[in-house]
C-alpha cells in the first residue's frame, strides 16, 4: 500500500466518468504496505479506497476482485469491489490495472489482546467457510518456487546463518506441500494491518491480494505468527490458546493437520522473511514507501523450527 504511480488531477478526472461515483474531492496517498499503489479517493458522493495494481497482470486482479465480492455477498465484513458503468472490476489507468473499492469504517492496530485473539480466530473460521464454495482456483504468487528463487537471489547479500536458516525452511515447507491436507481458498497475509477494527469489534477484512488455493493450516498458521507472538518471535500462550479455540468453535481440525502444525508455522515464517529480506535488500522505487524489519520474522521463524507447539 505504498503510492508508485502518481495520478494527476486531470487523469483521475476522466477515469472517474466511466464510473457513476461523482465527482473527485481529494486524492490522498496511503503509505502502509508495500505491494500496490493506494489512494483513499473522496468524491462528492461518499469515500473510496482506489488500488492500482503494480505487478499483478488484469486478467489475475480480476480473481482477487470476484473472491473479494463472493465473500462481501455471502456477509463477511470485507470490502465490495465497485463495476464501472461497463460491469468491469478493473479499468486500467496509466498501464496498470485498477480497482474502485468500498472503504468500511475502522482502523488496524498494533498491539493484541486475547480478547482480541478469540475475535480473529472465529473472522478466519468463517472466512474459510465462506470461501470453501469459491469456484476459482487462485494461483500462489509465494509458492515453494518463488521461496527457492528468493533464496537464490538473497544468497549474495546475507550472511551464512541466515542462509542456512532459510534452506532448514525451504526443506521443512517441501516436506508439508507433499501432506493430503484440507485445501480452500486463503487469505494468506491476514497480518494486523489487514484486518479494521471499530469500537472493538472487527469492521473489516481488507487486501487479499495474496488470495490463493491453499492449506486452511498454513492461513492459520499465517495469523498465529502475527497475532499471538512476543517480541522476542515465541508465542503468547494464552493469545494463542484463545485464537485456536475460538476458530475450532466454527471448523474442526483435523489429525493430519495437527500433525504437520509445526510445518506449517514454519512454512508461513519463511514466506514473511523471505519477503521482507527482499524488500529490504532489493527495495521498490516510490514516492512513499513502508519497509518491515526481516528481524521479527528471523526471530520467529528460529523458533517455529525449535518449539514444538501443540495445537
Known sequence: ????????????SKHLLGYSIGKAISLTGISDGIENTNYLLKTNQNEFIFTIFENI????????????NHLSGKGLVCPNVLKSNNGELSVIINGKPSAIIEKLSGKSIIDTNPNICILIGDL???????GSD???????SRDISWCVQSYDKLAEVITDDQLKLI????????EFLTQNLPMGTIHADLFRDNVLFDKNKISGMIDFY????GFLIYDLAVVVN?????????????????????????RSIQNLEKKYWRHALVSAALRFYLSRLLDLHFP?????????????????????INTSHQI
Open 1 to 12: 500500500m505504498s503510492v508508485y504511480t502518481k495520478i494527476t488531477e486531470d487523469e483521475l
Open 124 to 130: 478466519l473460521a468463517e472466512f474459510h467457510n465462506f
Open 284 to 304: 521498490k522505487i516510490g514516492e512513499m514507501t513502508h519497509i518491515k524489519d526481516p528481524l521479527i520474522f528471523e526471530n520467529i521463524l528460529k523458533d517455529r
Open 167 to 174: 534452506e532448514k525452511a525451504i526443506n521443512i515447507q517441501k
Open 226 to 250: 502475527d497475532w499471538c507472538t512476543a517480541l522476542d518471535g515465541t508465542l503468547v500462550n494464552e493469545k494463542y490458546i484463545k485464537l485456536i479455540s475460538a476458530y475450532t468453535n466454527k
Open 210 to 213: 495474496y488470495s490463493c488455493h
Open 57 to 68: 497482470k488484469k486478467e489475475d486482479v480480476g480473481q482477487y476482485l470476484d473472491f473479494m
Open 134 to 140: 469459491f469456484k476459482r482456483n487462485i494461483k500462489n
